[in-house]
């Protein structure tokens, strides 16, 4: 083709059509800006098209993650609340003023203590994007906006557990040493079954729950805890919202 182009050139001016010659060359300039053009264009819809099929693939990815955190919220939210209630129950039998069964209250602070699960967070998919710089892929600007509050969110609930966790392990757990028997309480549930250990016997210690319990000092220890189930449950609820939304969200931009 440069050939055949070159080839006129030369016609016309050997011919000396100076004017036609100009005209030809200028509508051969045209045609290769064109040319240029639509090569550009081209690569320009293939980069598209390439950008769109990544986009598709972390969304899809996003869509997996957040389904299995909103499941995994709803498990330690179910687990908390059941803590939470044994919690409220036994404030209850605090400030009653009946007869204590032994065995109630051991069951109670087995709730408390053994029951919550904790929350197990899937990052991969945020990770991979934030790793790769590859988030302005994602065209939906109300979906960027969503997906760049996830640290926040993240956040703000991982700082409440550590808040519930430090005070129950660091001063709820070590306050009960004089005030029950730890030793009665149940094996928790999360153990696998064949560890093959010997069994633990109940205690052969006597104690007065009227004494130990029914105190000021342990009904604000015990209220103190409660707080900290109820900051929980409501940390967890505010996540959940904000992972239904998002998910929600890249549902609808995935095609």
């Given at each position: 083709?440069?050939?055949?182009?070159?080839?006129?050139?030369?016609?016309?001016?050997?011919?000396?059509?100076?004017?036609?010659?100009?005209?030809?060359?200028?509508?051969?300039?045209?045609?290769?800006?064109?040319?240029?053009?639509?090569?550009?264009?081209?690569?320009?819809?293939?980069?598209?098209?390439?950008?769109?099929?990544k986009e598709q693939a972390i969304l899809k990815s996003l869509q997996t993650d957040f389904k299995a955190n909103i499941n995994n919220v709803?498990?330690?939210?179910?687990?908390?609340?059941?803590?939470?209630?044994?919690?409220?129950?036994?404030?209850?039998i605090i400030k009653d003023d009946s007869a204590i069964n032994p065995s109630e209250i051991e069951h109670l602070l087995d709730e408390i203590i053994n029951k919550t699960k904790s929350l197990d967070i899937i990052t991969g998919a945020i990770d991979e994007i934030s790793n790769t710089g590859t988030f302005n892929l994602i065209r939906n600007p109300d979906l960027r906006k969503q997906l760049s509050n996830w640290s926040y969110f993240k956040t703000d609930t991982e700082d409440d557990i550590v808040i519930y966790r430090n005070y129950?392990?660091?001063?709820?757990?070590?306050?009960?040493?004089?005030?029950?028997?730890?030793?009665?309480?149940?094996?928790p549930d999360f153990f696998e079954d064949d560890l093959g250990l010997q069994e633990i016997s109940k205690s052969n210690f006597k104690i007065d729950y009227n004494k130990t319990i029914r105190t000021i000092e342990f009904e604000n220890?015990?209220?103190?805890?409660t707080l900290n189930y109820m900051y929980a449950l409501n940390s967890y609820k505010v996540f959940k919202d904000y992972l239904t939304d998002t998910l929600k969200l890249i549902e609808s931009n995935i095609k």
């Open positions: 083709m440069i050939k055949f182009f070159r080839h006129i050139r030369k016609s016309l001016i050997s011919e000396n059509k100076m004017g036609k010659y100009f005209k030809y060359a200028i509508g051969e300039i045209i045609l290769v800006m064109i040319g240029i053009l639509l090569a550009l264009q081209v690569n320009n819809w293939n980069n598209s098209r390439i950008d769109v099929s709803d498990i330690a939210y179910n687990s908390f609340m059941e803590a939470y209630n044994a919690s409220a129950n036994l404030l209850e129950l392990f660091d001063f709820f757990i070590p306050s009960l040493t004089k005030k029950a028997l730890l030793r009665n309480m149940e094996v220890e015990l209220y103190n805890n």
